[in-house]
């Protein structure tokens, strides 16, 4: 396969304390938040409709959206659907329920990257929801020819053992349909723990009822950067303040990555991110 690892450990990045700190998957009272925060979710996607077309343009460049796990094409519907209507060339996925990494993913998904730059004679922007945002990242790492930049919505990369998230036992009963992995690679979510050699951006809220967020955080860089934003896990992928955010992270120049400076208006959505410079955790 075409690409190349960035083999910088990625435990070392990350500070002791803040890996302690999310030793656990988060408290029982958001997970039970998540499933009415759907519903308010999209309340709120209706209500800020207006907005949506004050989000930035698109320059017509291929974006492959994935959905999380147990979760198929329908679910990232209302995201591609905007995505349209901005400007940009979403495609789904095309792979039924997304179970895991089944034998048909890790054929699949890199012959669809390919496929999509050459058909567009273009990079393909990536956008992935929780566990597809790790299936994202892979993909940067084996085929950065391909892939202009990442995007994931609460996409636990960094997660150090299945207890730092409640889908962990969900992920354990399709395991009979998981392929082995090709090559042994010392971190729990495989390449993606490494930092990618594309831009990257992760859009993470301290409000997920089903990951630990600190697991969604990288050292921001020049290359990697972190948004923080007030959502569920459930509801992260049809937030309207979230569809900003990406359509101004697509919106960049390929190569490029800027940080996000929401308008005035939409900054009390947009809080102070977390930020992991070195060994600080700045919270």
């Known amino acids: ?33 998540e ?8 309340q709120l996607m209706a209500s800020a409709t207006p907005l949506l077309p004050t989000t930035a343009s698109g320059d017509g460049h291929p974006v492959l959206v994935l959905p999380g796990l147990g979760a198929g094409d329908l679910s990232t519907l209302a995201l591609r659907n905007f995505l349209r209507l901005r400007g940009w060339r979403p495609y789904g996925w095309h792979l039924g329920r997304n179970v895991g990494p089944t034998a048909a993913v890790r054929a699949e998904l890199p012959a669809t990257i390919q496929r999509i730059a050459r ?3 273009a990079k393909v922007s990536i ?12 993909l940067a790492h084996l085929h950065p020819d391909c892939v202009r930049r990442v995007i994931t919505l ?9 207890r730092q998230t409640h889908a962990g036992g969900m992920f354990a009963h399709f395991a009979h ?6 090559e042994e690679i010392p971190t729990v979510t495989g390449r993606s723990a490494y930092p990618v050699p594309v831009p990257a951006t992760s859009i993470y809220s301290r409000e997920d009822g089903i990951v630990a967020w600190q697991h969604c955080l990288e050292p921001a860089t020049g290359l990697s950067e972190n948004i923080r934003v007030r959502s569920g896990h459930l509801s992260i992928g049809f937030d309207p303040y979230v569809f900003h955010a990406v359509a101004d992270r697509l919106a960049l120049p390929e190569d490029v990555l800027e940080p996000y400076r929401p308008p005035l208006h939409l900054r009390p959505f ?14």
């Open 154 to 162: 609460a996409s636990p990369y960094r997660l150090q053992h299945h």
């Open 177 to 182: 349909l998981h392929a082995p992995k090709e």
């Open 35 to 42: 499933v009415p925060r759907v519903a308010l979710g999209w």
């Open 127 to 138: 956008i992935g929801w929780s566990l597809g945002g790790i299936y994202a990242r892979e």
């Open 119 to 121: 058909r567009n004679r």
């Open 270 to 283: 947009f809080p102070r991110p977390d930020t992991l410079l070195g060994d600080e955790h700045v919270a």
């Open 1 to 33: 396969m075409a690409g190349r690892t960035n083999r910088v450990d990625p435990v070392k990045a990350l500070d002791a304390s803040v890996v302690a700190r999310a030793a656990q998957a988060p408290g029982r009272w958001w997970l039970a938040a």
